[in-house]
Nanobody, 125 residues
Framework: QVLLVESGGGLVQAGDSLRVSCAAS????????MGWFRQAPGKEREFVAGITRSGGYPYYADSVKGRFTISRDNAKNTMTLQMNSLKPDDTAVYYCAASSRGDGTFVRDFMYDNWGQGTQVTVSS
């Protein structure tokens, strides 16, 4: 088990940038594939971005590709999501997630077994 805590959400205008972070407890952070998901009101939770254990392979949903960048620092047990050129459609609660199910590119939420409490990102038009 790993405890995940997100931070950095807020209210921004369309076109602005925002960074959200995820801090993980424990000494085995590097054994987890990490991901970001989001859930907007009235919508299902959706995959945003993920990163393999070593950080060598980030991957993204088509809706954020080219605008968002995921990264991780295994020495500091942290992961970040840099969000640029934000759009009102990016408004959602953003969740940090960790998967202990091996190494790979996991885009389905059932592949993740640890979740943070979420941080709200609101983009006004």
């Amino acid at each position: 088990q790993v405890l995940l805590v997100e931070s950095g959400g807020g209210l921004v205008q369309a076109g602005d940038s925002l960074r959200v972070s995820c801090a993980a407890s424990g000494r085995t952070f590097s054994r987890y594939v990490m991901g970001w998901f989001r859930q907007a009101p009235g919508k299902e939770r959706e995959f945003v971005a993920g990163i393999t254990r070593s950080g060598g392979y980030p991957y993204y949903a088509d809706s954020v590709k080219g605008r968002f960048t995921i990264s991780r620092d295994n020495a500091k047990n942290t992961m970040t999501l840099q969000m640029n050129s934000l759009k009102p459609d990016d408004t959602a609660v953003y969740y940090c997630a960790a998967s202990s199910r091996g190494d790979g590119t996991f885009v389905r939420d059932f592949m993740y077994d640890n979740w943070g409490q979420g941080t709200q990102v609101t983009v006004s038009s």
